[in-house]
């Protein structure tokens, strides 16, 4: 039997691809040529719109200005700085390296753009879901720096992209590298390296550690957010990511990496504590411009404030708010403290500045209570009284006004010593009556009230409003011996090129009332603090003189005094003039100023408050003032930047 024929197995014929796949991908291939076709078209368009190579664009800049202390130290900076040019030479190798470890790790691999660094930058913004790296390498940042806005646009950044093919190619790396190095920015007006060196460290470029070097690496990311300045700890958390990536490229070993880590802060350089001195530094910034004609360009102004006791009065101003403030109803306080000279020592504009800004010291203008009867003894001792004349503590009306002792009581037939020591009412209000109330004024003025002064009977109790600063300069008018003084806090300006702008003119002030008369105020005066309102500011035996002062409904309270060294005025209350709970100038502000007083007296030797005889001594006659204008001026090109082309 034949065997069974085997079935053949019929093969499909091969499926003809359907018409819909051959529209789709005829489709394709059209978009992608006219696709091409417009990007080339967009990138010549931004190509034909690029701006001038050769014109080096310079960001919009404030003068930066440096404020120092009577010891050197740089406690306050205003404006932008920009640092000393450096070169890769000029400073330690790991300054640039921890900047192309955390931004641009193949820096020396691509051509200004990294397709890879782009890549990996979408991939990482994909899974986090929103930007959490950027794309851009050294050479388009420095390209962006340079030459274009920082807006963001398709535009400006294929111009970027152009940019930075034309650096890579003009430049060499290094070139490229340090002109990064030189104009980046890093947060406090620090524009480069340097700049920011000598901002957050007190020092050039060419003396950071590697600590140092991977903090101001990790401020590019976000300068505000990892400031050192404003927060150590997060900026510290960003530089270890800084110091890892170091590692990670074999720029430093782990045993380095470490070694930073546990660094503590750069010791030798003098630096100001952030919070220190910001009142009286805004009082100074504010001044530059009357004082100089060119207020456009560097400068280091040099101050009066003694450091060591700015951090004294901030510190005793917190201690008494934070320990009575609440149970007192009282919220703030001003201090100041002038030399004999007039030099300000010490100011404090408030508890504290980054709550409130506004300077009680300077621009507070408040009613100064009895602290003001001193202007009006002196008036009346210039015209015959004497401190044992005798004079009634008994009610008293003039016109409508009829004032009232503090306690409710009189004391009926009292020296004038024992009145001004114990503050009595009506008994100033007869001394401005026999002084004059003309006179009262004159004398207040010629003292160093500028400030409007209402011509009738309250005047005797301070209700005439005056700044704190106005009674500082009374008091250590009175504190030379009757001699215009006028406070002052800058000694000198500086170019940064160091030419004189500005000095200080030291002269002997004018005598402006009887220092006799002066003399015998101030022995009325050392009585209220031995045996009157203010004996919560005595110093034990060294010789103070001083007046209490408190406004009706305590709405303020002062005490304002000197000592052969100082002239210190405190002032408290509440910036809505809100009532305090029967705070007096005897109480909170005398016991702020003797606290703060103990220790700014310190080693120094007592000594009798023989009005201008230590004046005479700390004066020193010179010149007038020097003020000079210069001119600052950039370079416009590409290859002051960059160096020459290779």
């Known amino acids: 039997m034949p065997p069974p024929k085997k079935r053949l197995k019929k093969v499909a014929p091969p499926r003809k691809r359907s018409g819909i796949a051959r529209f789709l991908l005829r489709v394709g291939v059209v978009a992608a040529i006219w696709g091409g076709v417009v990007a080339g078209v967009y990138v010549g368009y931004c190509a034909i719109d690029l701006p001038d190579v050769h014109e080096v664009t310079q960001p919009p800049r404030r003068p930066s200005v440096a404020l120092e202390a009577e010891d050197g130290t740089i406690f306050a900076r205003y404006g932008d700085l920009i640092g000393e040019h450096v070169t890769l030479d000029s400073i330690p190798a790991y300054v640039p390296e921890a900047i192309i470890a955390i931004e641009d790790r193949r820096f020396y691999h691509h051509f200004g753009i990294d ?11 994909v899974v986090a879901g929103h930007t959490v790296q950027g794309g851009s390498t050294l050479t388009q940042q420095l390209a962006k720096n340079l030459f274009l806005s920082p807006e963001r646009t398709l535009k400006r950044k294929v111009q970027e992209m152009l940019l930075a093919f034309w650096l890579e190619h003009t430049y060499t790396k290094d070139q490229i590298l340090t002109a990064y190095l030189n104009r980046v920015y890093l947060g406090s007006g620090a524009y480069g390296v340097d700049a920011a060196a000598r901002i957050y460290f007190n020092k050039p470029a060419s003396e950071l550690n590697v600590r140092e070097a991977a903090i101001i690496a990790g401020l590019l990311r976000a300068p505000s957010r990892f400031s050192p300045k404003r927060d150590q700890v997060q900026s510290m958390e960003r530089a270890k990511v800084v110091l890892q990536a170091m590692v990670d490229e074999g720029y430093i070993t782990d045993a380095q990496r470490n070694k930073a880590i546990a660094g503590g802060p750069s010791q030798g350089h003098k630096t100001a504590d952030g919070n220190d001195g910001h009142y009286f530094a805004d009082w100074v910034y504010d001044q530059l411009g009357p004082l100089i004609a060119d207020t456009q360009q560097d400068m280091i102004v040099k101050t009066t404030l003694d450091l060591p006791l700015e951090k004294m009065a901030e510190r005793d101003v917190e201690d008494i708010l934070s320990k009575q403030g609440e149970a007192r109803d009282v919220s703030e306080a001003a201090l100041i403290t002038v030399a004999p000279d007039g030099a300000v020592r ?63 009581r009189y004391l009926g037939p009292i020296t004038a010593r024992q009145a001004l020591a114990e503050s009595i009412n009506t008994v100033a209000v007869r001394v401005l009556e026999r002084a004059g109330v003309g006179n009262v004024i004159q004398t207040a003025q010629d003292l160093g009230i500028s400030s409007p002064l209402e011509h009738d009977a309250a005047l005797a109790l301070g209700a005439s409003e005056v700044t704190p600063l106005e009674m500082a300069t009374v008091y250590a008018s009175l504190a030379s011996g009757g ?164």
């Open 346 to 408: 010490a100011l404090t504009g408030g508890r504290d500045y980054r709550e409130s800004q506004f300077n009680r010291a300077t621009q507070a203008e408040r009613q100064p209570g009895s602290s003001f009867k001193p202007i009006v003894y002196l008036a009346a001792i210039e015209q015959g009284l004497t401190p044992d004349d005798i004079i009634p503590d008994a009610p008293i009306t003039i016109g409508d006004y009829s004032p009232a002792d503090y306690e409710g």
């Open 115 to 125: 397709l890879l660094g782009i890549l990996r930058a979408v991939v990482r913004n």
């Open 483 to 646: 001699r215009a003084i006028t406070p002052y806090a800058i000694k000198e300006i500086d170019s940064r090129s160091g030419q004189v702008l500005y000095r200080h003119n030291n002269v002997t002030p004018p005598q402006v009332v009887n220092a006799d008369a002066v003399a015998t105020l101030t022995g009325m005066m050392e009585d209220v603090v031995k045996d009157g309102t203010g004996k919560a500011a005595s110093l034990g035996s060294r010789p103070v003189a001083g007046k209490t002062g408190t406004t009706s409904d305590y709405h303020d309270a002062w005490f304002a005094g000197f000592t052969a060294d100082y002239t210190t005025v405190v002032w408290m209350g509440n910036d809505d003039n809100s009532s305090m709970r029967k705070v007096t100038g005897g109480s909170l502000p005398a016991q702020l100023w003797h606290n703060y007083m103990t220790e700014a007296e310190r080693g120094l030797p007592e000594a009798d408050l023989k009005t201008g005889g230590s004046l005479a001594q700390k004066i020193i006659d010179g010149a007038g003032a020097v003020t000079t204008g210069v001119s600052d001026a950039f370079g416009a090109f590409i290859e002051s930047v960059v160096g020459g082309k290779r």
